[in-house]
């Protein structure tokens, strides 16, 4: 099957700058999407990715490399509501239609 | 525009109850889904639904069943329940399943079967 591998728990300073891995395997690929949630809360969209590159949207940027099977997440001038968990999900063909499969979350701690 | 709904919010059952997760969305999407987060896993998909009076199963089906008989809602059923089965349960839907549109999701359920 699909594994989807990110870091367990990362720690980073207010105000910093902070890089989230992902990675996962590259057959059947279809795009690859980023999810934020707050402990309690509902995942909340962040980013897509399909086409190698960076995707810049504000204080988040999400890069993509198709051949080697690697995205990450950029967090700029980090703030301390960003303290969340990131989950990295990726499309697989199933059947007729699609399905995401999704990484364990990576969990973001911000520091003062 | 409430986006996707979830009721209850939390529910605590004995071991064999039975109980009905109903999710609501008013975005007019033609696909919903039933992921279960369980602590160090990603979501796993349970069931989903392509359109109204269809579902299909997803990785982790057994001991779940569901209906679609309206579009805008998709029930989640547990018939005996396991405390296996204690996890958050999230709604969720998209406008097409063509593995790039978004899904939006409901707030969540927490069960907890003793």
């Known amino acids: 099957g699909q594994n989807i591998d990110q870091p367990t728990e990362m720690t980073a300073t207010e105000g910093a700058i902070v890089q989230i891995n992902c990675t996962y395997q590259?057959?059947?690929?279809?795009?690859l999407f980023w999810y934020q949630q707050h402990a309690g809360e509902a995942p909340t969209f962040l980013s897509y990715?399909?086409l190698d590159g960076l995707e810049e949207k504000g204080r988040f940027s999400s890069f993509l490399s198709r051949s080697k099977g690697y995205s990450y997440l950029l967090l700029k001038e980090l703030q301390m509501k960003d303290s969340a968990s990131y989950l990295c999900?990726?499309?697989?063909?199933?059947?007729?239609?699609?399905?995401?499969?999704w990484g364990a979350g990576t969990k973001l701690i911000i520091k003062p | 525009n409430a986006g996707v709904t979830q009721t209850p919010k939390f529910r605590v059952l004995k071991t064999g109850q039975s109980m009905t997760l109903l999710c609501a969305q008013d975005m007019n999407h033609e696909y919903m889904y039933w992921y279960r987060q369980d602590p160090g896993m990603g979501l796993r998909l349970i069931h989903y639904?392509?359109?109204?009076?269809?579902?299909a199963k997803g990785e982790v089906p057994d001991g779940y069943n569901v209906s679609r008989l309206k579009k805008q809602n998709f029930l989640l059923g547990l018939e005996s329940a396991a405390p296996s089965q204690t996890s958050v349960y999230f709604c969720?839907?998209?406008?097409?399943?063509?593995?790039?549109?978004?899904?939006?999701f409901g707030p969540g359920t927490r069960l907890t079967v003793l």
């Open positions: 990715n399909v």
């Open positions: 969720a839907s998209s406008y097409s399943t063509s593995g790039t549109d978004t899904q939006y």
């Open positions: 590259t057959s059947g690929f279809n795009g």
């Open positions: 999900a990726v499309s697989y063909p199933r059947g007729s239609n699609y399905q995401l499969i």
């Open positions: 639904s392509v359109g109204e009076g269809t579902t």
